[in-house]
C-alpha cells in the first residue's frame, strides 16, 4: 500500500481506503455484513481473487476491516467492518449522492446487482405512513436481492432472507410508493 506521505487527514484516510476496489469492498460488507470470501467477490465482478486478497488485508492492517473463523466452517474467515469500517458509511452515502447524476450516462454494458440498490433505497426513501403496521418489501431474489422493512418512520435493508416474509405483491405497488413518496411516483 503507498502513502501520500502528507500530515492531512484526508491523505491519511485515502492512504487507508483510497486504493481502487477498496471502498467497494467497505460497500459489500455494508450491505451484507459479515461475509465470506467468495460472498464478498461475488459482489465485485471483475476484481481479481489476489487484488481482492490484498485489499482485505491491507483494510485488516489499516482497523477497517476484522478476519475472523466462520462458524461451522473450519478454516474459513468471515470479514467483518470494524465500528472504524462502518464508520464509513457517510462517506459512501456522500459518494452515492455525488454520482448518482452520471448513472444514467453509464456505459450500455456496465454490469448492475441488484443488491447494490440497497443503498441509495435506505438513504433516500422515507416512512410516510410510520403508524401502520410494519412492512417488507423484496427487490430481487434470495441470491441476489434486498429486503427493505418500512417502520416507525424508517427504512431498514437487509440482505434478501427466507425467514422474512415480503408483502404480497398486490400490495407492493401501492405500499411502497405510497409509504416512500409524498406525491404520487410515476
Not at 501520500?4 to 455484513?33: H, K, M, N, P
Not at 465485485?44 to 485488516?60: C, F, K, M, S, V
Request: aromatic content about 6%.
Amino acid at each position: 500500500m503507498k502513502s501520500y506521505g502528507q500530515l492531512c487527514s484526508i491523505a491519511r484516510a485515502l492512504d487507508a481506503v483510497g486504493d481502487r476496489w477498496t471502498l467497494l469492498i467497505v460497500r459489500e460488507l455494508l450491505i451484507q455484513g459479515p461475509s465470506r470470501f467468495g460472498e464478498v467477490q461475488r459482489g465485485l465482478p471483475g476484481i481479481a481473487t489476489n487484488l481482492l486478497t490484498q485489499r482485505l488485508r491491507d483494510l485488516e492492517a489499516n482497523g477497517v476491516v476484522t478476519r475472523e473463523s466462520s462458524p461451522g466452517a473450519t478454516g474459513v474467515p468471515t470479514y467483518r467492518l470494524t465500528d472504524r469500517g462502518t464508520a464509513l458509511d457517510g462517506v459512501l452515502r456522500e459518494l452515492l449522492k455525488w454520482g448518482a447524476p452520471t448513472v444514467p450516462d453509464a456505459p450500455r454494458d456496465a454490469i448492475f446487482q441488484m443488491h447494490w440498490l440497497s443503498q441509495p433505497a435506505r438513504f433516500l426513501l422515507q416512512d410516510h405512513r410510520p403508524t401502520e403496521p410494519a412492512v417488507v418489501i423484496r427487490f430481487g431474489t434470495l441470491d441476489d436481492g434486498f429486503d427493505l422493512t418500512a417502520a416507525r418512520e424508517s427504512w431498514q435493508s437487509s440482505p434478501a432472507s427466507s425467514t422474512r416474509a415480503p408483502a404480497p405483491a398486490s400490495r407492493v405497488q401501492d405500499l411502497s410508493w405510497s409509504r416512500c413518496c409524498r406525491e404520487p411516483c410515476p
